[in-house]
C-alpha cells in the first residue's frame, strides 16, 4: 500500500472515552503531521514530528497527546474530548526540509 | 491571525468557463505558495505552486497568478470541468521547528462546475 493512510475514517467517541488516530506513510518520509479542519475554518496545524521527534506544538490542549514511535508511523491519542474538537483530522507527510506535503484523507471524528 | 485569507467561501461556474480563486497573504516572508485541491471524503492533493521569483505559473489547465505588490495570488481554471468541483486551497510554507516547514492554510474556496 502506497501514501498515507488513517485509520478509522469516521469515529464517533463520548467525552468519557478514550480512542486513539493512526497514520501509516508508506512514501518515506521522515516528517508527519497532525492538521485538525473544523467548519469555515482554515486546516490548523496541531503537531510536526521530524525524524521522529516532536517539532513542534501549537498550543494543542492535553486532551491531544500524539504519539511518533518511527518515522512511518503517527498516532493521536484522544482522551476526555469535548463536542467542539469534533472535526475532521489530517495526517501529512513530507520529507524533512520540504514542503510537498502528502495528506491522508482524515478521520471524521464526532464528540458526543 | 489569519496570514492567507481566501473570502470567497464559494464560487459556481458553467462548465467550459473560466473559474478564478483568489487568495491574500499578510506575512511578507512568504516566498512560496502552494494551491491544494480536496474532494469531499478525501485529504487535500497538490495541485499547483509557485515562487515568489514568478509571477505566473502554468500546468495544462490550471495556472497561478502572483501579485507581490497586492500581497495577492489567484489560481484560473480554464476551461473548468465538472470534475474540477472541489474545496481548493491556498498555502504558504514557513519554517517551523526543527527544519520542517509548516503549511498555513486558508479557509478554502468550494467550487462548483456547473454541466
Known amino acids: 500500500e502506497t501514501g498515507v493512510t488513517q485509520t478509522p475514517r469516521h469515529l464517533v467517541m463520548g467525552m468519557t472515552n478514550k480512542k486513539s488516530l493512526k497514520c501509516e506513510q508508506h512514501?518515506?518520509?521522515?516528517?508527519m503531521y497532525w492538521y485538525k479542519q473544523s467548519a469555515k475554518k482554515p486546516l490548523e496545524l496541531m503537531f510536526v514530528y521530524s525524524l521522529e521527534e516532536r517539532v513542534e506544538n501549537n498550543s494543542v490542549p492535553s486532551r491531544f497527546s500524539p504519539e511518533c514511535p518511527n518515522s512511518s508511523h503517527l498516532f493521536l491519542h484522544l482522551h476526555t474530548l469535548q463536542p467542539e474538537d469534533s472535526a475532521l483530522y489530517l495526517c501529512?507527510?513530507?520529507?524533512?526540509?520540504?514542503?510537498?506535503?502528502?495528506f491522508g484523507s482524515g478521520t471524521r471524528l464526532t464528540v458526543v | 491571525d489569519q496570514q492567507v485569507k481566501q473570502n470567497s467561501p464559494s464560487l459556481s461556474v458553467q462548465e467550459g468557463r473560466i473559474s478564478i480563486l483568489n487568495c491574500d497573504y499578510t506575512n511578507s516572508m512568504f516566498d512560496y505558495f502552494l494551491w491544494y485541491k480536496k474532494y469531499p471524503a478525501e485529504g487535500p492533493t497538490f495541485l499547483i505552486s509557485?515562487?515568489?521569483?514568478?509571477d505566473k505559473n502554468e500546468d495544462g489547465r490550471f495556472t497561478v497568478f502572483l501579485n507581490k505588490s497586492a500581497k495577492h495570488l489567484s489560481l484560473h481554471i480554464v476551461p473548468s470541468q465538472p470534475g474540477d468541483s472541489a474545496v481548493y486551497f491556498c498555502?504558504?510554507?514557513?519554517?517551523?521547528?526543527?527544519?520542517?516547514?509548516?503549511?498555513?492554510f486558508g479557509k478554502g474556496t468550494l467550487l462548483t462546475v456547473n454541466p
Open positions: 509557485i515562487s515568489s521569483i514568478k
Open positions: 501529512a507527510s513530507s520529507q524533512e526540509g520540504g514542503w510537498g506535503y502528502t
Open positions: 512514501l518515506g518520509h521522515n516528517a
Open positions: 498555502a504558504a510554507p514557513l519554517m517551523g521547528g526543527g527544519s520542517n516547514y509548516k503549511l498555513t
